[in-house]
Structure formats: structure tokens, C-alpha cells
């Protein structure tokens, strides 16, 4: 087995220790992550790993022939070569692979006995062959085609020079590379920051079918939920494991933290009353040994620190202005790039407080929709009305060249915060990952990433009641995500956004417009679901599987037959507000029994522990009433539990149009 293992690895920079005694062993079939705040090590850690750089000290074993892939954060830049032919350079170990197998061929021929040497060759070019053959490099014209296609490159730009591609595009380049090659363990750092859902969802598929083993690092919840079943955390130059995957490491940790956090209370309680005693006692004659005494114990104490991102910090934007209950209507909305059609008679009206998802490939204009809402493109047929009352904010993707000051990252955001604002904006920053001394940076000096980061705070610093958001969470790790995340669940106004994170997705939306381009056979399409972003995955999912659905709960929104073009809004109001009521209606009554179940199971759970003391188990009498309590609970537990499937049955499937099944609306 392919395997490759550190022992007790130690490095430092300066006076900070990166790493401690850090043990770890990789091996064919580890599906492995590693966790940890930002600037902890993780890429230091991957880079020692891959054998780039070296460890202060320690021990390094890896199997014999076993092959390791890296695959960096950003900066490798392709050119000289087509898109196919760098594709084909992942091949390049075969070609040491053929020649070995070849000069083995040749001393094969020369061989005149059967003897053990002779044996040892069969084997050893048996081997060499099963080696090339397990490598694909026979079926590679198809392997090449497959990868490519699943990141994204369409067939007619595998001749292109790869100079021409953008920095995320040449990232996919190198990550289809790694891949292509196939070690025998591959080291990921963040592969997921250049890719779109469709993507990532391959990449997913692509890993669970992987037969080495592979280390992660990633920002993206739901893809570690999937692909790992091991988390290592790097914190405090330490490196620990946890069995399970990415959402059982956080319910694991949160556990381990509420000790640490109390340990960590009563230390900090125990410093500021040293540190009182110290300035009290100090400069007195009487009592300077017993204050040097204090200084020195306070020098040795070995402090307890908590991890970053199980630091939560609520944060809070100001409060949206009232508005009307429509906050924004699209009549007839078309737009296309040349002869590429993106949008078609799009209609859409879009109730207060909603939050819209904008789902489709690449290329379908959910960045052309969200400009065109938010006036950043004028360009396009149709109307866009924002409801009474309506103030937009918009983020897009190119929020960061905008971005130029001489100022620094704290100046520049006090100037573009309300007053009430700026006692908070040291934890809103932190929030968006720029801590300690990273406020004093110049924000013309910031990267790509940091601009962006600070341009999305700078937004929400404005009080407004429609977002509008182009991948809002491109650059921020999980714990900012989060912090994010519960800010715009808290928001009172209207939200759409696209975005590449399927958990923040489905987290977030209330509804999913679904986009897909056109092409010489038919128009672009847009269709409405009245459900979160995994509701539309399963409806198309159900679609794909030729599962039978008889009332669709989606709404038709591009222009088709002469039956869609009656309706007016009015009537798709209507219908959309009576479809809403319904399921509101039901998670109310989901929301009730869930409740009376909780009540129940903490019945039962008293019944139980009744049951098991002495008093009670030694009294004949006593044990058959508990034990016909305990025997009513759990009936009724049962009971209740079958009403809320069947509750969470009728939430999930999709609601009758008041037209009645078949009318323009289905």
C-alpha cells in the first residue's frame, strides 16, 4: 500500500512556532482534510507533505514508487502549449515507465536460462505494464476529454493556447492536471476557489471514485461533508485528528470548546487579578519581591488561546428601510451577447423579505440578471420596477477594482460608516478576516481577495433593503462564511444572489430561479421554484429520474406558449402568495409538533432516569406505573413522530395552483 508518514515534524519562523511534534500518515484510500484558522500553517504543512520544503526536524517515510500530487492555492500560469497538449504533460512519468519497461524488455531478450534473475524480470516488466495500463496513458485521448469537460473547458477550446485563458481558468488547467496524473495521494489546497457548482459537483464524484488517498484543504462545507471522513486541525502549531467528516469535527470541537472556554475565562480572570496586584505593588519598597514574584508567574503561565473560528461574533448591519411588499418586478427581460442569447422575455415578480438563489451553468446570465437589476447594465429590452420604498446594494465579482486609497483598511472603512457603526467596526473586520495589524495596511496595497472582502463589508455598512449578490463568499474562510451567513439570515429586506457554495445555498434561499442559455433549437429559459436551493436540486433530480411528479411547483417565467402570455402579474401574485401561505401553514404546524416531540422526548428521557434509581426499581408497585408512563410516552412519541413525516411529506411536495392542475402556471 501507497503510504506517505511524518513523525514528530518542527517549524518554526523566527520566534513563531508553526509546527509541534506534528505526526500524520497518509495513505491509499485516506480521505483526509485539514482545518484551521487562516495563517495557522495548513499550506506550510501540505508544502512539507509534497517534499518542497523541508522541516526543521523530524521524520519523513514514503513508500517506495509512491507518487504525490500538489495542487497549490493560485499563481501557476500556463503558455506555449494547447490546452490538450499541457493536459497530456500529466502523463509524463509514464514515458520513465516505458522506458524502464523497455531496457527490461531488451535484458529479457538477452536472458538464457530460466533461472531466478530471469523470474525477476518477468515480474518486474509485468509490473511496469500493469503500472502504465492502471494509468490510463493507453485511454488518455478519452481521460483528457473527460476531465476537462468536467471543469468546465468546452470542446472547442482544447486547441487553445493556454495564455489566453484567465487566472481561475489556468488554475482549473492545473487542477485537471494533478487529477490526470492519479498518484497515489494528492494534496488539494482550496481546489474548489476557481470552480462553479457544476463543477465542484464533479470534482465531488470524481474523488469519491479516486482509489489513492487525498488531503484537502477548503473553504467549502458541504464539498468536505461529502469527500472526507477525517479532519485533521492544525491550531497552535498542533496537529490533532477526528474521525467523521467536516460536520461532525465542528460538533465534536464545539464540545471540547466549552471546556476550553472556561478554562480560558477563569485564566483571564486570574491575569487581570495578577496584573491589579502588580500595579498595586510595584513601586512600593515593602512589597517589589512579592511583584517581581507575580511578573515572573505571569511570564511562565502557559496561556490558553481558542481557536478562531470557534470565536463567534455576532455582527450586526443597519436596519433595512421599510418598503412596500413587492420589491421588484421584470417584465420582458431579454438580453444577448452577439448572436448568444442569455435571457428571453423574462418575467418576474419578487415579494419582500424573499431570498432569491439565481441557479444555472455557466454562460446561462445569472451575472448579466443580477447587473442588469442592479443598473450596472443598461444594455438589455425590457423593464426592471423596484417596489415603494426599494434601496439596492450590490456586490459583484469586480467589486475589487474599485477598491484604491491611500488610507488605511481601518481609516478608509470609518469614513464610510455611520457613526453608530464605527465602536463595532474592529469586530466587523475581523469578521472579514483582517485582524491585528492587517487594519493598518494601505488599502491600495490589499490583493484581489482583500479588496473584495473589504468592498462587501463597505456595502452592508449602508442601510438598504435589497442585496444584490454576485458570489458574495468567494474570499472568506468557513468561520467569516458563517458570521456572513447569520447576518443575512437576521437581514429584514430582500436578497438575490448567486453563489458557488452549495451549503450557503441552501442555507440561505427561500426560492430558486433556475436559468438556463439558449441555442440554435430553442430560447433561453428561466423557470421560478417555490422552495430553497437542495428543494430544486430534488425536483430535478426527480426530472432525471423520470420520477413521476403531478402538480410542478415551479412557474414557467421565459415567454412560450400563447397560454403564458395572459397571465398577468396580478394572477402570478396571487398564485404565489396563496402557494407561500400553504407552506407557511405547514412548517407552522411542522414547527408545532417538533416542539410537543421535544417535550415528549425529555418526558421520557425523566421517566427513564426514574425508573433506574434504587427507590423506584425496588418497589414493585412503583416500577409498573413509571413503566406505563414510560409506555404512554413513547406511543405518543411514535404518534407525533409519524404526524411530522407526514407534515414534512406534504411541506416538501409542491403546492396546487389555484388554477387548478394544468393551467399556464404548472
Not at 267 to 294: D, G, P, V, W
Not at 538 to 546: A, D, L, S, V
Request: aromatic residues 8%; charged residues 30%; hydrophobic residues 35%.
Amino acid at each position: 500500500m501507497s503510504f506517505v508518514q511524518f513523525s514528530r515534524i518542527n517549524l518554526s519562523f523566527g520566534e513563531r512556532d508553526i509546527l509541534k511534534n506534528v505526526s500524520l500518515r497518509l495513505a491509499s484510500g485516506s480521505r483526509s482534510c485539514l482545518a484551521g484558522a487562516n495563517g495557522c500553517g495548513k499550506t506550510t504543512l501540505m508544502k512539507i507533505i509534497a517534499g518542497i520544503i523541508p522541516g526543521d526536524s523530524g521524520d519523513r517515510a514514503v513508500q517506495k514508487d509512491t507518487r504525490i500530487s500538489y495542487l497549490p492555492q493560485s499563481g501557476i500560469v500556463h503558455k506555449g502549449k494547447t490546452l490538450r497538449d499541457e493536459a497530456e504533460c500529466a502523463y509524463y512519468f509514464i514515458h520513465e515507465l516505458l522506458e524502464r519497461m523497455e531496457k527490461t524488455g531488451e535484458l529479457l531478450e538477452k536472458a538464457k536460462s530460466d533461472g531466478s534473475s530471469t523470474q525477476m524480470l518477468i515480474e518486474n516488466h509485468h509490473n511496469l505494464q500493469e503500472s502504465i495500463e492502471n494509468s490510463g496513458y493507453y485511454r488518455r485521448e478519452g481521460e483528457i476529454a473527460s476531465v476537462l469537460s468536467g471543469l468546465g473547458f468546452s470542446a472547442k477550446n482544447i486547441n487553445r493556447d493556454t495564455s489566453e485563458f484567465s487566472g481561475g481558468w489556468q488554475m482549473r488547467i492545473a487542477l485537471a492536471k494533478v487529477l490526470l496524473e492519479k498518484p497515489d495521494i494528492l494534496l488539494l489546497d482550496e481546489p474548489t476557489n476557481y470552480l462553479d457548482i457544476e463543477a465542484r459537483g464533479w470534482l465531488e464524484d470524481h474523488l469519491n471514485k479516486f482509489t489513492g488517498g487525498y488531503l484537502l484543504v477548503s473553504h467549502d462545507r458541504y464539498f468536505l461533508d461529502v469527500c472526507v471522513n477525517e479532519v485533521y486541525e492544525l491550531f497552535d502549531g498542533n496537529l490533532k485528528r477526528y474521525a467523521g467528516n467536516y460536520s461532525s469535527y465542528e460538533k465534536t470541537r464545539q464540545i471540547e470548546l466549552q471546556g476550553l472556554v472556561k478554562r480560558f475565562t477563569e485564566q483571564q480572570e486570574e491575569i487581570e487579578k495578577t496584573e491589579n496586584l502588580i500595579r498595586r505593588f510595584r513601586y512600593k519598597a515593602s512589597k517589589a519581591a512579592f511583584a517581581q514574584e507575580l511578573i515572573k508567574r505571569l511570564e511562565k503561565m502557559e496561556r490558553i488561546e481558542i481557536p478562531e473560528s470557534f470565536k463567534k461574533i455576532n455582527i450586526s448591519f443597519p436596519p433595512a428601510p421599510h418598503s412596500g411588499n413587492i420589491a421588484l418586478t421584470l417584465e420582458g427581460i431579454r438580453k444577448s451577447y452577439g448572436e448568444r442569447q442569455v435571457l428571453s422575455k423574462l418575467d418576474l415578480t419578487l415579494d419582500s423579505k424573499e431570498r432569491l438563489v439565481v441557479a444555472g451553468p455557466n454562460g446561462a446570465g445569472k451575472t448579466t440578471l443580477l447587473r442588469i437589476i442592479a443598473g450596472a447594465d443598461t444594455d438589455y429590452e425590457g423593464s426592471v420596477k423596484f417596489g415603494s420604498g426599494v434601496k439596492t446594494g450590490y456586490f459583484s465579482q469586480d467589486a475589487a477594482e474599485a477598491m484604491d486609497s491611500p488610507k488605511s483598511v481601518l481609516e478608509f472603512m470609518e469614513d464610510e460608516s455611520p457613526t453608530a457603526l464605527i465602536p463595532k467596526l474592529r469586530d466587523m473586520l475581523g469578521a472579514f478576516l483582517f485582524r491585528g495589524d492587517d487594519v493598518y495596511k494601505s488599502v491600495s496595497v490589499l490583493s484581489g481577495g482583500e479588496k473584495s472582502r473589504l468592498a462587501l463589508l463597505k456595502m452592508f455598512l449602508k442601510p438598504m433593503n435589497l442585496l444584490i449578490l454576485d458570489e458574495p463568499t468567494n474570499h472568506l474562510d468557513l468561520y467569516s462564511k458563517d458570521i456572513l451567513l447569520d447576518a443575512l439570515n437576521k437581514f429584514a429586506g430582500t436578497i438575490i444572489f448567486v453563489s458557488h457554495d452549495r451549503a450557503f445555498m441552501e442555507e440561505l434561499s427561500t426560492k430558486t430561479l433556475e436559468l438556463k442559455p439558449g441555442n440554435d433549437l430553442s430560447p433561453a429559459t428561466a423557470k421560478l421554484f417555490y422552495g430553497n436551493y437542495a428543494y430544486y436540486l430534488e425536483r430535478e433530480q426527480k426530472t432525471i429520474n423520470g420520477g413521476q411528479i403531478t402538480v410542478k411547483n415551479e412557474q414557467k417565467l421565459s415567454a412560450g406558449s400563447e397560454s403564458e402570455k395572459v397571465l398577468t402579474n396580478e394572477q402570478k401574485r396571487a398564485a404565489d402568495k396563496q402557494k407561500q401561505t400553504a407552506v407557511r401553514r405547514l412548517e407552522r404546524q411542522e414547527a408545532e409538533i417538533l416542539k410537543t416531540l421535544e417535550e415528549l422526548e425529555i418526558k421520557k428521557k425523566t421517566l427513564e432516569a426514574e425508573l433506574a434509581r434504587p427507590d423506584v426499581y425496588s418497589n414493585g408497585e412503583k416500577v409498573k406505573n413509571v413503566k406505563q408512563k414510560l409506555d404512554e410516552c413513547t406511543a405518543a412519541i411514535e404518534l407525533k413522530t409519524n404526524e411530522w413525516e407526514a407534515c414534512c411529506t406534504k411541506t416538501t411536495e409542491p403546492q396546487p395552483s389555484p388554477q387548478g392542475e394544468g393551467s399556464p402556471l404548472d
